[in-house]
Nanobody
């Protein structure tokens, strides 16, 4: 069982930056692939970024490529999402998720555990 708690969301102006953190409980964190997803009002949850169990491989949605960076610190049981050059369309609730398989995925139905989400609002 893994419990995930996101933090770091908030209100930022367009062009600004935020860093989201996702703290995980459990001693097997390093064996999980981790993903970030987001959901805007009235829209379906969408994939943002993912990282393999070792951190050696990362994967991004085209909409955030070059602006967002996913990383992890297995010693701290934490995964991060650095978000730069934020745009109003990045406004959403951001969720982190853990997948038992060490391989990352962009499919939300392949993740086993989810955090409660953190709100990110980008003003124009």
């Amino acid at each position: 069982q893994v419990q995930l708690v996101e933090s770091g969301g908030g209100l930022v102006q367009a062009g600004g930056s935020l860093r989201l953190s996702c703290a995980a409980s459990g001693r097997t964190f390093s064996s999980y692939a981790m993903g970030w997803f987001r959901q805007a009002p009235g829209k379906e949850r969408e994939f943002v970024a993912a990282i393999s169990w070792s951190g050696g491989r990362t994967y991004y949605a085209d909409s955030v490529k070059g602006r967002f960076t996913v990383s992890r610190d297995n010693a701290k049981n934490t995964v991060y999402l650095q978000m730069n050059s934020l745009k109003p369309e990045d406004t959403a609730v951001y969720y982190c998720a853990a997948r038992d398989s060490g391989r990352y995925s962009s499919r939300s139905d392949e993740y086993d555990y989810w955090g409660q989400g953190t709100q990110v609002t980008v003003s124009s």
